[in-house]
């Protein structure tokens, strides 16, 4: 059973940045590919970025490109998400997750997903 916690959440101004972190306990770091969601208030659960097991992969959501890197450190069993230039609709609860299917790489996908954080709350003002 691996266990996920996020850090990092707050309140930051348009334009500013924030960087998440998410510890994982409980398994081997390296065998999980790992992802990062937003929900926000009354959505759905959408895909934000996604990493291979030795980063030699990842994968971010249109929206993001260009101004959030999703990093990992599997020395630290963690997983980061370095976020620039922030808007108000960054406005979510950010959660981690981590995916250990073999027949998966990297993955896009929450069905995907075997484990979950309880989620860190971003919230960008205008």
């Known amino acids: 059973q691996v266990q996920l916690v996020e850090s990092g959440g707050g309140l930051v101004q348009e334009g500013g940045s924030l960087r998440l972190s998410c510890a994982a306990s409980?398994?081997?770091?390296?065998?999980?590919?790992m992802g990062w969601f937003r929900q926000a208030p009354g959505k759905e659960r959408l895909f934000v970025a996604a990493?291979?097991?030795?980063?030699?992969?990842?994968y971010y959501t249109d929206s993001v490109k260009g101004r959030f890197t999703i990093s990992r450190d599997n020395a630290k069993n963690t997983v980061y998400l370095q976020m620039n230039s922030l808007k108000s609709e960054d406005t979510a609860v950010y959660y981690c997750?981590?995916?250990?299917?073999?027949?998966?790489?990297?993955?896009?996908?929450?069905?995907?997903?075997?484990?979950w954080g309880r989620g860190t709350q971003v919230t960008v003002s205008s």
């Open positions: 409980g398994g081997t770091f390296s065998s999980y590919f």
């Open positions: 990493i291979s097991r030795f980063a030699g992969a990842t």
């Open positions: 997750s981590a995916g250990g299917r073999a027949s998966r790489v990297i993955s896009r996908l929450a069905r995907d997903y075997d484990y």
